[in-house]
Nanobody, 117 residues
Framework: QVQLVESGGGLVQAGGSLTLSCAAS????????MGWYRQAPGNEREFVAD???????NYADSVKGRFTISRDNAKNTVYLQMNSLKPEDTAVYYC???????????WGQGTQVTVSS
């Protein structure tokens, strides 16, 4: 069984930075694709970024150049460094783990990020 625990959310002014962390339990982390998604009030959950087990990264166009995803397999942790934050980045951010040929998926409980203008 996998559990994902996010941390690092909070309130920040526009233009500021935050780093989110997601710690995973279990022994499949290093062989999994890790991702970050977000959901703003009244909106669908949307993709933000992910990183494969081989370190290949993908970003949503809205965050490209501002956010950086990284992973530390020794710590079973994935990070999301968020710079130049905008009010439209305000959302609950969720960590996601995908594993195996059937892409079994786990989600964290989410962490709130609020960017004030």
């Amino acid at each position: 069984q996998v559990q994902l625990v996010e941390s690092g959310g909070g309130l920040v002014q526009a233009g500021g930075s935050l780093t989110l962390s997601c710690a995973a339990s279990g022994n499949i982390f290093s062989r999994s694709t890790m991702g970050w998604y977000r959901q703003a009030p009244g909106n669908e959950r949307e993709f933000v970024a992910d990183i494969t087990s081989g370190g290949i990264t993908n970003y949503a166009d809205s965050v490209k150049g501002r956010f950086t995803i990284s992973r530390d397999n020794a710590k079973n942790t994935v990070y999301l460094q968020m710079n130049s934050l905008k009010p439209e980045d305000t959302a609950v951010y969720y960590c996601n783990l995908k594993y195996g040929v059937f892409r079994r998926t786990w989600w964290g409980q989410g962490t709130q990020v609020t960017v004030s203008s």
